[in-house]
């Protein structure tokens, strides 16, 4: 056996661990496991600095999971996209592959509680029919390999699925998303890496919420993927208590740039049913991101999207950058904010020329949010709205 697979067998996981390890009532602690069992592991234990913390949050079962029945129990609409059992095919060229239910870690903010940590193992037998789907959909360039955790395969199962998907010829990419590289680290190993080496190209999207989590074990095991050739993504979950403050994000970003894994995306946290208690407000997220943007390199930041309840996909949302957009030009509000205009290709100010740089021929109306009144002032933050009542063309 395994380090790492020894490690899953001595995770703190039955009720009685729970009581005796984080003091939880029997009654609660019953009721916790029926609801979504634990899994917490050695290594990820160990990274638990004080009762209540970030990395505490994300595994220790908490009663709140049982007050909260709001929500959905499959909040993006996985089991009404799949076609066949295991797939998941919401966008035209690219499908979700569940080949396990088994994680390092039961996440308690999981969105797929309702498929995860069933201890029944899948087989390449169950797993004929997907194949047999990607077969038979040409459209299908990308395999977004999912679960559970792909890489709680044992390295014989993992490989034989990968060979069976490279079989396939219109399948160009595969992407295995994992989060063990973060609450497992031991299971990257050169053995595991060799196998993906030769099915390229893999991408690895991992998933690391808090800078804490980023320790000389994952720093090895995303160094160690990237040196296998895997470009590395790290997709976050936006979650109160955890990693809702602009200070803690760009820590995060930026470690994770050195240790070769790119910021992808930022989640708000889906409507889970038990998960609740984890939302922020949209602009919490907003403004976490207009405090990264610009204020650290552009490659520490990821895209911010809410995956829209019902199956709607990834949308991304932004920071208020643009302030007014005409036929003539764009009016647009930096990381300080400080106010530019951008004009179109084909505004030459009616005389040739470029317009001269700045609002000096722009008339601009706007009213402050805090009185209700219409000034031009000097940044726009304050502003409710900007609106153009006299631009270059108009005047000439
Ligand atoms: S690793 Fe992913 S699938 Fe598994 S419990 Fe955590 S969030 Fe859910």
Known sequence: MELWQQMIRDSIHTVDQLVDKFKLDRTVAEGLDEFFQARINPYYLSLIRYPGDPIWLQCVPNIQELEDMEGYEDPLQEDAMSPVPNITHRYPDRVLFLTTSQCGMYCRFCTRKRKVGNSDKISMRQLESAFKYLEDHKEIRDVIMSGGDPLMLTDTMLEKILKRIRQIPHIEIIRIGTKMPCVLPHRITPKLCEIIKKYHPIYINTHFNHPWEITPESTKACEMLANAGCPVQNQAVLMKGVNDDADVMKELFNKLLRIRVKPYYLYMADETRGANYFRTSIDKGLEIMFKL???????????????????????????????????????????????????????????????????NNIKVEVSDKKNGSSKKPKNYKEASSVKVVQSENSKN
Do not use: M
């Open 293 to 359: 943007r610009g204020h650290t390199s552009g490659l520490a930041i990821p895209h911010f999207v809410i995956d829209a309840p019902g199956g709607g996909g990834k949308i991304p949302i932004l920071p208020q950058y643009v302030l007014h957009k005409d036929e003539n030009s764009i009016i647009l509000q930096n990381y300080k904010n400080q106010v530019y205009v951008y004009h179109e290709a084909t505004n030459t100010n009616g005389n040739g020329k470029h317009p001269e740089f700045g609002l």
